[in-house]
């Protein structure tokens, strides 16, 4: 290959192409046009992202001259970003293929005529320090503050040179118009007269949040603008805007409430909260590149959207002079969406349950009403209204029937609670508990309400299948129950069962054979007086369930049916209360007396460093 003078490997051949010819030796075909327009089709779609060719055609040894004479005696043209970051457009004099970098260094051979700045300050250390070869090193928070200082300390001036004018052809136009103050790079998203408006209404809508923790940023939306590099040459910046974004915003944002600024999204505190901030651009800025002459396939009409990742490929791809005329501000501002969410609060406690007719969840007939109290809403109004809470939902180590009442210590739960506002203390939940317990005393009582993390939230989640409970039963066989029966039962250690699913959940739950463990029974018929007391007084009835009536206390593996165990669920449950006794038996009441588990554990110790 021969060539109209060479560039350096570190600099790109934009524009028209730099022209070349390939001298081929001893050939044996002659392709065609369409075959050679074919071939470079195939080398553009196959080495793109690099190198394209255009034009490909067969040329003679005499025009082959004029490529030599270019060498010494054309101009070439190029666009420069100098080391005081002013970008500079060079025209080599007397065609020379020294570097042009070099030749504007050297002030030699070459005219430079500067553009119009407007490039902010932050985007200058984008620019600048792009290429450097420990970027790495100070990809941080605290690396971009050092370039900062270190760019304000050689005194460049605030912003720098862009071709971003209103007039078509702002390279080539000799009336030049005011520059726009805002910066192009960043469309004005990193320049602080944009961030403290954006900190302004931070400040209004953190009016109605108690104090957090700590905080977090985001910023969404922000694919367009990394494309506007390439519309001036300088292609993928590593350095991101949403990183400095992050890093600037959260700073202000921080120093405002008194609180750690965190960039990971797993954090050690128990309320944080998130602002994000979401930009709105008029798709119609780059709505050129779906137009003639370029006609890119780089946006989704049906989804009313920009593939991005195209979108930037073919920038890149694209030579100056297609992209020159669209060297532009956009028409339209940029707006800006600020909404705030915080993590979820996590409250945990236990509860017992005192009534027979009170759901663990609500429960409602077709028509949609309401058919009795339930534990969730019980609890988890007050939460929600003590937290400023937009939803809270119960969740449990199990759950115990609408008739079944819940004893004892307590059964485990925590309630979940989003996007909460305000963050009681334990005093304020202290006084939330009591308040609980007078109103709904009488069915139901929550104990220990304290807050929890998510991590520990998982103990509960385990619990519903790890843990064992004890039960309380009173039972009712069809025939008279003898001293044998009784021991038989008692003698159940460590009995291994295998449930089908019960009929009675059929309906909501897979048909599967669980296998579970009851690990004790202790079983004892009831007195002739608490008989009596069963059946309030009757004595015909009284008579009737003499030594019929149990009272039993089982020890389970959590998640067993402990009805179906006494029954036996029609053989769907074996063996059961009534074939280890050999009489038929019913449940009559069941209590659930303990579930054995460590809950609300101790409150964790939080580092209040941010990470």
């Not at 009313?304 to 002079?321: D, I, M, V, W, Y």
């Not at 066989?477 to 089908?500: F, P, R, S």
């Amino acid at each position: 290959m021969h060539s109209a003078g060479r560039e350096d490997i570190d600099v790109r051949m934009l524009g028209n192409g730099r022209p070349f010819y390939v001298q081929l030796t001893n050939v044996r075909k002659f392709p065609s046009q369409e075959v050679l327009n074919a071939l470079q089709d195939n080398i553009n779609r196959t080495a793109g992202k690099k190198v394209c060719c255009h034009r490909l055609t067969p040329v003679t040894r005499s025009q082959t001259e004029l490529v030599k004479k270019a060498v010494v005696s054309t101009q070439s043209t190029g666009y420069y970003i100098t080391n005081n970051l002013r970008m500079v457009e060079i025209t080599s004099e007397n065609g020379s293929t020294v570097d042009l970098k070099k030749n504007y260094d050297a002030k030699e051979n070459c005219k430079a005529t500067s553009l119009k700045p407007n490039i902010c300050r932050r985007c200058q250390v984008r620019v600048h320090f792009n290429e450097h070869d420990n970027f790495q090193n100070f990809n941080s928070a605290n690396g971009f503050k050092e370039r900062m200082e270190q760019l304000r300390n050689s005194k460049v001036p605030e912003t720098f040179t862009l071709a971003i004018e209103s007039d078509p052809n702002p390279l080539t136009s000799e009336k030049r118009s005011k520059p726009s103050t805002t910066c192009f790079l960043c469309a004005g998203v990193l320049q602080d007269n944009t961030l403290n408006s954006l900190l302004s209404i931070c400040k209004t809508l953190l009016a109605e949040y108690d104090k957090p923790d700590a905080v977090q940023i985001t910023l969404s939306n922000l694919d367009l603008l990394g494309v506007r590099s390439h519309l001036v040459g300088v292609g993928d910046i590593r350095w991101q805007i949403r990183s400095i974004f992050k890093w600037v915003m959260g700073d202000m944002v921080s120093e405002m409430l008194g609180v750690p600024f965190y960039q990971h999204s797993q954090t050690p505190v128990n309320s944080l909260i998130t602002i994000n901030f979401e930009i709105k651009i008029d798709n119609e800025e780059f709505m050129w590149v779906c137009r003639p002459p370029l006609s890119w396939d780089v946006f989704n009409f049906s989804q009313g959207k920009f593939k991005n990742a195209q979108l930037s490929r073919a920038l890149s791809r694209a030579s100056h002079e297609d992209i020159k005329p669209y060297l532009k501000l956009p028409g339209k501002s940029i707006q800006y969406l600020v909404t705030i969410e915080t993590s979820p609060a996590f409250v945990g406690g236990r509860y017992t349950k005192h009534a027979r007719d009170v759901s663990q969840t609500p429960w409602t007939k077709q028509t949609g009403i309401l058919v009795s109290a339930n534990v969730e809403e019980i609890l988890c109004v007050p939460l929600k209204q003590a937290y400023g809470a937009d939803d809270a939902r119960m969740h449990s180590a199990g759950r115990e029937d609408i008739d079944v009442r819940m004893l004892g210590n307590g059964r485990p739960f925590y309630v979940q609670l989003t996007n909460v506002r305000k963050f009681p203390s334990q005093e304020v939940l202290n006084a939330l508990q009591d308040n609980i317990n007078r109103t709904a005393g009488k069915k139901v009582c929550c104990h220990r309400l304290t807050p929890v993390t998510r991590s520990q939230t998982e103990l509960v989640k385990k619990a519903q299948e790890e843990k064992q409970k004890e039960y309380r039963c009173i039972i009712k066989a069809e025939e008279k129950v003898t001293a044998e029966m009784i021991d038989k039962l008692n003698q159940v250690k460590d009995l291994e069962l295998q449930q089908n699913t019960p009929l009675r959940v059929l309906h909501r739950r897979t048909p599967l054979v669980r296998t579970k463990k009851i690990v004790k029974v202790t079983a004892r018929l009831l007195t002739e007086e608490e008989v009596e007391i069963c059946c309030k007084n009757d004595k015909e009835l009284s008579e009737s369930l003499s030594n019929r009536l149990i009272v039993a206390a089982v020890v389970s593996e959590a998640g067993t049916y402990i009805k179906e165990f006494v029954h036996g669920d029609f053989g769907r449950t074996v063996p059961s209360v009534s074939t280890i006794m050999g009489n038929r038996c019913d449940m009559l009441q069941l209590d659930v007396a303990n579930v054995t588990m460590a809950w609300p554990p101790q409150p964790e110790t939080v580092d209040s460093e941010p990470l």
